[in-house]
């Protein structure tokens, strides 16, 4: 049976937390959180899709990040691609684009020159026209978030326009968290139920997206390659376990509220676990690569 959470979810330093105390969006504040899983993400990467890339379009001289945010995946990626590189970082939060242009590397893989742009971007009314020029679309954890018929556009403005797309650290709805408790698996349902739900009557891909895009730029003609990325966070990531914690939990709660009532209490154990050096997370994703 769950306690109450009176002084639990406590590490050194750290107040008593409940439910309640966190944002309604179950996520830190933007840059922050990108901050925190920038690290975790680059683990996760399947580095042999970027091989492929590199057999199959060499030198993709102008790239587009859809979602760019802080531009981790710039960073990330141009250190391994060769040939000069021109980035535009394309968000519709100009104030993450803000933090990223001055932050990518200078050189790509052979020591060419890498430049940048930013571009106030909805990912939403992409078109081929959008792409003229580009040689290779990218994007970090953002296709879980897009609604089916966006993907579909995306896929048709890259085929459209002939470039690859390398789109990574889509969510695929496998969670694992030990050591386990009969209660993960109720959050977790919940959980994803909250990543497909309708937002101002977009109806979210959620765990669905990585199998939806695939299958789309498949259809449209494009040579498509998937790999698993997942997360592995322990204790060298105990920041970012608390912070994926509290999210996980809070929005499975606003797609469930029934679970409020054991909430605080299933939190602060996990926690607690965490800041102990007890808990290892592992959370599923998927990247894909889709070649002309």
């Not at 993400?41 to 890339?53: C, K, N, P, Q, S």
């Not at 890498?114 to 992409?126: C, I, S």
């Not at 085929?159 to 496998?174: D, I, K």
């Amino acid at each position: 049976m769950d306690t109450d959470v009176a002084a639990g979810g406590r590490g050194p330093g750290r107040p008593a937390y409940r439910l309640s105390e966190h944002a309604a969006a179950g996520a830190p504040a933007a840059p922050d959180w990108l901050a925190l899983r920038e690290g975790a993400d680059a683990e996760a990467r399947a580095v042999d899709l970027v091989e492929e890339l590199r057999a199959g379009h060499p030198a993709p001289g102008r790239i587009l990040d859809l979602g760019a945010g802080t531009g981790s995946m710039a960073r990330w990626l141009a250190p391994r691609l060769p040939g000069p590189q021109h980035w535009v970082l394309a968000d519709r939060d100009a104030a993450l684009l803000a933090h990223a242009a001055d932050r990518l590397p200078a050189r790509a893989r052979d020591g060419s020159p890498v430049t940048v742009e930013t571009r106030e971007l909805d990912v939403a009314t992409l078109t081929a026209d959008d792409l003229a020029g580009v040689d290779l679309v990218t994007a970090s954890a953002l296709l879980d978030v897009l609604t089916a018929a966006e993907v579909e556009a995306i896929a048709a403005a890259c085929v459209g326009a002939g470039c690859a797309a390398l789109l990574t650290l889509s969510v695929v709805g496998q969670v694992r968290v030990e050591p386990a408790e009969p209660r993960d698996l109720t959050v977790a349902t919940a959980f994803d139920a909250h990543q497909q739900r309708t937002v101002d009557g977009r109806t979210l891909l959620g765990p669905q997206a990585a199998a939806v895009a695939e299958e789309t730029f498949a259809r449209l003609g494009a040579h498509v390659r998937s790999r698993a990325s997942p997360w592995h966070l322990g204790l060298d990531d105990v920041d970012l376990v608390v912070a994926w914690l509290q999210g996980w939990v809070a929005a499975a709660v606003a797609q469930d509220p029934d679970l409020a009532r054991h909430a605080d209490a299933y939190l602060a154990r996990r926690l607690e676990a965490a800041e102990e050096g007890r808990l290892r997370v592992t959370v599923g994703h998927l990247d894909l690569l889709a070649l002309p």
